[in-house]
């Protein structure tokens, strides 16, 4: 039998939700948003809207992805059923090995400039989403972004602070981010011919247009003449690999996450510790309280097991299974537990969409080139800004994550689906980092648990528990919350051990999400009024 129906319960947000019957898409920005929504006002499906959407973002937020960075996706497409996972994000170059970095007297891959720079997977995640799912011509796909890179897009306050910020120190930024624009007021025009041309030879040629030929050869020469490691034969191949997604059965529903090298099972992780409370029966400071413990397990867990399934065992299987669930959920006390580690990511530069169709397709979408501006390398006279993925490998062989050329370094990129009596219920994603699986299981409890309707479920007020997990070392515990929770959780969750900071409303994440009504079938979209998000639908 199956279970009731669900039902959510609406109300009042910052933003009004916005709902529709024939497509509904919720992208890292405006403009992003918009060129899906063409896409499926012209019969394009939901992969289609999302492949347009991608690429805008490749060109109006280049602070958190781009070309040169990497791409996760999960698809359920209605006629096919089920719902499949791809990894399009990049190996280690052939020559970044542990010795290479030993030898330059380094005891960590740097957090940026050309040696944290990996092979860049978007390009080829895209394409691959558009060949086995698209239906309408890669060049109409790619009309908004190249129009927008060659005539300009107006200037928006983040990425001005962005360029502000990172353009002094770093040449191939102020070259191609701070030099075109008089000044830094937001509105200006950026324009970006040398990515337009990039664009226009991917809509030509396809995978060739980015990974061979010219444009791959003045990239890789443009980062060899940086330093950096990157070469033309680490290009060659195809990165974007379809898998299997992972999956945990939460109170009736089925949560589906991205597998290894993506850390999505720490979400799954959570849900499986969090299943086994009554959270009515909690009060809103046990309820947090457990999900900090409930996280801080997760965490201990990446930090241990996560690494590439091609060169290491991530016991991802396991670590998402029931019996581990019951097991560590003994390791949760009622006051704060330790951490083992003092990492916290590197990364916070991240963006995320997610679509869905009025023909039952739906579409997860999160790309990123991990810190502001990646690697802050600019790759030759391409315009193509490149990841710093390679600062999350390890230098210790021993570790899981170990560096190895050819070995994918783990990666925070992480998003979820929701069914519920095997139909499609939700779609979300954030960007933040470490941030990524604490929104995300607040937001899935929100939206689960509390029956609230998407808006809703992004706009409550959110928790942040740090250190998370590597590169970076020497960040002391601390439990921020978010202006708007109530006095006595603030204090409850400080006389149960936990270090408590208040921050700024609207400090952690940037979620989009998309629900689908079962009582009615209206698709609904929701983005997060903390970053530049927005959704549309029709």
């Not at 060169?311 to 537990?337: H, K, M, N, T, W």
């Not at 570790?399 to 009596?421: C, D, E, I, W």
């Not at 604490?438 to 309707?453: A, S």
Request: with cysteine.
């Amino acid at each position: 039998m199956s279970d009731p129906l669900h039902e959510f319960r609406y109300g009042h947000a910052a933003r009004t939700l916005v709902m529709g019957t024939r497509g509904v898409i919720a992208a890292g920005h405006p403009l992003a948003s918009v060129a899906g929504l063409k896409i499926m006002q012209r019969g394009g499906n939901a992969v289609d809207a999302a492949v347009a959407a991608g690429f805008v973002l490749a060109v109006v937020k280049h602070e958190a992805c781009g070309l040169g960075g990497d791409m996760f996706s999960l698809v359920h497409m209605k006629e096919e059923g089920g719902v499949r996972a791809l990894n399009a994000s990049g190996p280690a170059p052939g020559n970044a090995t542990i010795e290479a970095f030993k030898s330059r007297g380094l005891d960590a891959v740097p957090t940026s400039g050309p040696l944290s720079i990996s092979v860049p997977g978007a390009v080829d995640g895209w394409l691959e989403l558009h060949r086995r799912y698209g239906t309408v011509d890669l060049a109409e796909i790619c009309a908004d972004a190249i129009t927008l890179a060659r005539d300009g897009f107006p200037l928006y306050l983040s990425l001005a602070e962005s360029i502000q910020e990172w353009a002094p120190a770093w040449p191939g930024i102020h070259r191609y981010f701070r030099a075109p624009l008089e000044d830094l007021t937001p509105g200006r025009l950026l324009r970006q011919p040398e990515l337009a041309e990039v664009l226009e030879a991917i809509v030509r040629d396809g995978r060739e247009g980015f990974y061979g030929g010219d444009v791959a050869a003045r990239m890789c020469a443009g980062i060899r003449d940086q330093g950096g490691l990157l070469e033309e034969r680490d290009l060659e191949g195809g990165f974007a690999e379809w898998m299997e997604p992972l999956s945990t059965d939460y109170r009736g529903y089925q949560i589906l996450e991205q597998p290894p090298v993506s850390q999505g099972f720490t979400v799954l992780t959570m849900m499986n510790l969090l299943a086994g409370y009554d959270c009515d029966a909690l009060s809103r400071t046990e309820l947090a309280h457990v999900m900090v413990e409930a996280k801080k397990i997760a965490f201990e867990d990446r930090i241990r097991h996560l690494d590439d399934p091609r060169f290491g065992d991530p016991e991802v299987q396991r670590l998402i299974s029931r019996e581990y669930a019951d097991a560590r959920r003994a390791d949760i006390a009622d006051v704060a537990g330790p951490v083992t580690s003092s990492y916290a990511a590197a990364g916070a530069d991240t963006t995320y969409l997610c679509a869905a169709d009025g023909d039952g397709n739906a579409i997860s979408l999160i790309e990123s080139v991990f810190s502001v501006f990646g690697s802050r390398v600019v790759a030759g006279d391409t315009g193509i800004v490149m990841t710093n993925r390679l600062c999350s490998a390890m230098l210790d062989p021993g570790s899981a994550n170990a560096l190895q050329p050819g070995k994918r370094p783990a990666h925070t990129l992480n998003s979820y689906m929701v069914f519920h009596n095997d139909e499609f219920l939700a779609v979300g994603g954030t960007p933040g980092a470490d941030d990524q699986p604490q929104t995300n299981v607040q937001v899935l409890h929100n939206l689960l648990d509390l029956k609230m309707d998407p808006q809703c479920a992004l706009e409550t007020p959110r928790w942040s528990h740090v250190p998370g997990t590597p590169p970076n070392v020497g960040y002391p515990q601390s439990l921020r919350l978010e202006r708007g929770f109530p006095e006595e959780v603030v204090k409850g969750l400080a006389a149960k051990g936990h270090p408590v900071t208040v921050v700024e409303p609207w400090s952690f994440g940037g979620a989009a999400l998309i629900a689908r009504d079962p009582r009615n079938g209206t698709l609904m979209a929701a983005a997060d009024p903390r970053r530049d998000g927005y959704a549309l639908g029709w």
